[in-house]
């Protein structure tokens, strides 16, 4: 039994810092682990244009702790005003590596998202001409569908002819949660591939629901059935490279989880690379968790590898049971767990 794993230095391929206050406790808590981030738009007023990027991106590395070496990699909000320009300035940007499609309420902050997926072929003509990569909310909004199957239909309704109609483009399914995602993604080839996070490898609804409500394993896409699950955890565990490491750590104070509607998000951040070494060891696969953690992302965007590494050790510790963020109080997700692995210091 190995007691210490180093590793090429990981990258988290999608996350949320949010934005003010909050930037000083997400952004020491990825940039600790993580070399890089792909850093979503959903603010208020959301992300749309380059300058706001721009922005947003010197706020972020204002946060970034003294001597840490950390990048955030920054992603506009696709609207209904957005234009083939604004996606040609994102790409010679060099900052920008990606356009979100958010379905209008779909999640946090996704209002000014995206009503009809089918009426902006424009812009992902303009993404596939200017090297930008599509990164998917993959779900249909309308309140009479049941929201464990609105994944499976936002691809038969609208992916799969994306896919078709632009073969050049690249496509990540984000936080892919169902079967069908993860087959959509084997069924493509290599301009296709999708993010895990954590909560959706090492939990399904039962742990949303039985025996009573969690609201801090509630999330969005909501956590499927256990055979969704299982789909997941044999695609990452197999070594395909187009599933890679992707938290979406998403804080949410206290109050508005543990709230009678409570907000949707894991702040997983704080224990992220622990808890995906716990999984991949629970399934005999430690072998597997450089590649999904550091290779096969960067590849995917075509960005090289970090040249740097990271040790993890052999180390019980407990996931703390909360964090204090700019007088906000945060849950982390798994709080109180005792996780066997740990960052080497």
């Known amino acids: 039994m190995t007691d210490t794993l180093t590793l090429t230095r990981p990258d988290d391929w999608h996350l949320h810092f949010r934005d003010g206050g909050m930037l000083h406790e997400t952004v020491p808590a990825t940039a600790m682990t993580f070399r890089r981030a792909i850093v979503m738009p959903n603010l ?30 920054m992603v506009l909000y696709l609207t209904g005003a957005t234009t083939a320009e604004d996606i040609a300035e994102a790409a010679a940007s060099g900052i920008v590596h990606g356009c979100k499609l958010y379905p209008a309420g779909a999640t946090t902050n996704s209002d000014s998202g995206v009503r009809d997926p089918s009426q902006i072929m ?13 990164q998917v909310h993959g779900e249909v909004t309308e309140s009479h569908i049941d929201i464990f199957d609105r994944e499976k239909l936002f691809i038969d309704r ?43 490898l090492m ?16 999330c969005l896409p909501v956590l499927k059935r256990r055979e969704h699950q299982e789909s997941i955890q044999a695609a990452v565990l197999s ?72 040790t993890l050790e052999r180390s019980e510790w407990t996931v703390p049971q909360h964090i204090e963020a700019d007088g906000t109080t945060l849950v982390p997700w798994q709080a109180g767990v005792i996780l066997p692995w740990r960052l080497a210091h």
Request: net charge negative; hydrophobic share 35%; charged share 25%.
């Open 44 to 73: 208020t007023p959301p992300v749309v244009r380059t300058a706001d990027a721009r922005a947003y991106r010197e706020r972020i590395l204002a946060a970034v702790p003294a001597g840490v070496d950390f990048e955030p990699l």
């Open 239 to 310: 070594g395909d490279p187009r599933f890679f490491l992707g938290t979406d750590s998403a804080p949410h104070a206290r109050n508005k989880k543990e709230a009678a509607c409570g907000c949707a998000g894991c702040y997983s951040a704080p224990a992220a690379l622990p808890l995906y070494a716990t999984f991949f060891e629970e399934h005999g696969k430690l072998d597997k968790l450089e590649g999904f953690a550091s290779h096969y992302g960067p590849d995917f965007y075509g960005l090289p590898r970090n040249a740097d590494t990271l």
């Open 122 to 134: 424009h812009l992902y003509e303009a993404m596939e001409k200017y090297g930008l990569p599509l």
């Open 203 to 218: 939990m399904n609804r039962n742990d949303l629901l039985a025996g009573g409500i969690r609201p801090h394993n509630y």
């Open 158 to 200: 609208y992916l799969l002819d994306i896919r078709r109609r632009f073969p050049a483009l690249k496509i990540i399914f984000e936080h892919v949660t169902t079967r069908e995602g993860v087959q959509f993604v084997q069924d493509h080839d290599t301009l296709t591939a999708a993010t895990v996070t954590p909560q959706h």
